[in-house]
């Protein structure tokens, strides 16, 4: 299997690529990458589902709205998720759900603080089969 994600450095910044055969499969990837991010993700239990639904224009956009959507709730909420599955993308529309519990300090070794999500050198591009994105978050 091929890599899932890798993180890449960025002045001031942090980011990742992501990689996967589907679009629906990207956006999972790149949750995944947002959360490993933030914490050692292996250390996250599924004891919580939780429903997600956005929507944009773009791939870029919806990309955005997807990963601010998951630290609107780790702000608000302090939810981590491992585990991804996104329903057909359609007209920019993306339902999922993901899988994770309350980041417990006791449990959960925090990396770095995420504020936002940037649209700086942000793509999700198609090329010979394989989907990509790259994503630049400020810490």
Not at 25 to 51: G, H, N, Q, Y
Not at 80 to 99: G, M, Q, S, T, Y
Request: charged residues 35%; aromatic residues 12%.
């Amino acid at each position: 299997m091929s890599k899932k994600f890798e993180f890449i450095e960025h002045t001031a910044d942090l980011g990742f690529r992501a990689y996967a055969d589907t679009m629906e499969e990207l956006f999972a990837c790149a949750a995944e990458a947002f959360f490993e991010t933030i914490l050692s993700t292996e250390s996250l239990d599924e004891r919580i589902e939780r429903s997600i639904q956005v929507e944009a224009e773009t791939p870029d956009e919806l990309m955005v709205a997807w990963l601010d959507e998951f630290l609107y709730l780790y702000d608000t909420e302090k939810l981590a998720f491992k585990r991804f599955r996104v329903e057909p993308i359609r007209k920019n529309r993306l339902k999922a759900n993901a899988w994770g519990e309350v980041m417990d300090p006791a449990r959960h070794e925090i990396k770095t603080g995420i504020k936002a999500v940037t649209y700086h050198k942000l793509y999700v591009k198609e090329a010979e089969g394989r989907w990509e994105t790259q994503v630049i978050l400020d810490i």
